[in-house]
């Protein structure tokens, strides 16, 4: 029902879907992650303005016949095959791109994709893209970065080649990390310690549903954002006030800094800890330029930290329950 794939497998570039003119089609990448989902979700708001195609590989999972359900049109490409990009991007007056390292944790395969995208979207005439890109973590801290570096190397790609018009955002470190790879780790019964190497220092943060409105509005006011780089960021956090919060909305737990380093993520040997360590580094060293005004501009129902939390603390408190029960269960 959900899956046009077939009808647009029967198209090529050149041949026109016949857009009504005010409803733009704009293509989103990583659709069925985080990021893309919350740029779709956004999207789907306004069905006058904007028509949806969601990109996959995988157009049968639950993530892709969700998003169908909302209204997406799936899509099935690859970034590694250049005619399924194509098919894909067909008539589309639009472009959201998110590419993606942690799958392969591969630098070169990231730009590669990403150069593949940027290049069918120019071969299709697309009009305008919105890239998730990065400063690069190598040149700023001569420390490499690869997920940071891949999307930098993908950012001066587009620049350079001057073909296509673009909006860059940077994001910051994003809040919905607290519920996967910087959730609250378990001490004792009751204990938690949070895992950011923070030495102290507060970091830009956003939650990364607020991302999809802000790229929203982009779309929206293509004209206007053209050519920019837009450092995003609902505000600067320290671990004071990211406990002050757990301390809050989370109870019966005890919550504490871990009071890990950056130099404690160097030393780790999980595949990605020294990009980790690079990133942190990163942010420490306030070198990353995000926008506050910009993005409550773009964006003015963006939540801060303290809300995101009251809103997620459901997802949290399920978080610390498995724990208690695994723990349990061994104790047996
Ligand atoms: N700022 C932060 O705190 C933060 C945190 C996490 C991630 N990120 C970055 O944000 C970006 C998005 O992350 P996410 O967490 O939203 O992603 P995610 O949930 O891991 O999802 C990955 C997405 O990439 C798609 N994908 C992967 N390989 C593909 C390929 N070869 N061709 C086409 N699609 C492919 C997947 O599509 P299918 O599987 O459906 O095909 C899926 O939609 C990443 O670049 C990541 O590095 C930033």
Redesign the pocket.
């Known amino acids: 029902m959900f899956s046009v794939t077939s009808f647009y497998s029967k198209m090529g570039c050149g041949s026109s879907h016949g857009e009504v003119e005010e409803t733009r089609t704009i293509v989103v990448?990583?659709?069925?992650?985080?990021?893309?989902?919350s740029v779709v979700q956004e999207l789907l708001t306004d069905p006058l303005k904007f028509r949806v195609r969601a990109?996959?590989?995988?157009p049968s999972?639950d993530?892709?016949r969700k998003l169908a359900e909302a209204g997406a049109v799936i899509v099935t490409?690859?970034?590694?095959d250049t005619r399924s990009l194509e098919r894909a991007l067909e008539g589309a007056h639009g472009v959201f791109l998110?590419?993606?390292?942690?799958?392969d944790q591969n630098k070169e395969k990231e730009v590669v994709?990403g150069l593949n995208a940027i290049d069918a979207a120019i071969h299709c005439g697309v009009k305008f893209i919105v890239l998730?890109g990065s400063e690069s973590i190598k040149k700023n801290i001569g420390k490499p970065c690869g997920?940071l570096d891949a999307?930098a190397a993908i950012e001066e790609y587009i620049r350079h080649i001057g073909e296509i018009s673009f909006t860059i955002i940077r994001?910051?470190?994003?809040y919905?990390?607290f519920l996967t790879?910087f959730k609250p780790h378990r001490l004792k019964r009751g204990r938690y310690a949070l895992p950011l190497p923070l030495e102290n220092k507060p970091i830009h943060a956003i939650s990364?549903e607020d991302v999809g409105r802000c790229v929203m509005r982009i779309f929206e006011k293509h004209r206007t954002y053209s050519g920019r780089t837009i450092g995003l960021s609902s505000e600067r956090i320290g671990m004071g006030k990211i406990l002050h919060s757990f301390k809050k909305h989370i109870h019966h737990t005890t919550f504490v800094d871990s009071k890990m380093r950056v130099k404690d993520y160097e030393n780790f040997n999980f595949p990605g800890s020294k990009d980790v360590a690079a990133m942190f580094e990163f942010y420490q060293k306030e070198l990353d330029e995000r926008d506050l005004k910009l993005t409550r501009k773009l964006n003015p129902h963006i939540v801060h930290f303290d809300r995101w939390l009251h809103l997620n603390k459901d997802k949290i408190e399920a978080i610390i329950k498995d724990n208690e029960e695994q723990e349990e269960d061994e104790d047996k």
């Open positions: 990448f990583g659709a069925t992650g985080l990021l893309g989902g990109v996959t590989r995988r999972s993530k892709s490409a690859n970034f590694d998110t590419t993606h390292f942690w799958e994709r998730n997920h999307k994001l910051p470190f994003w919905e990390n790879v990364v």
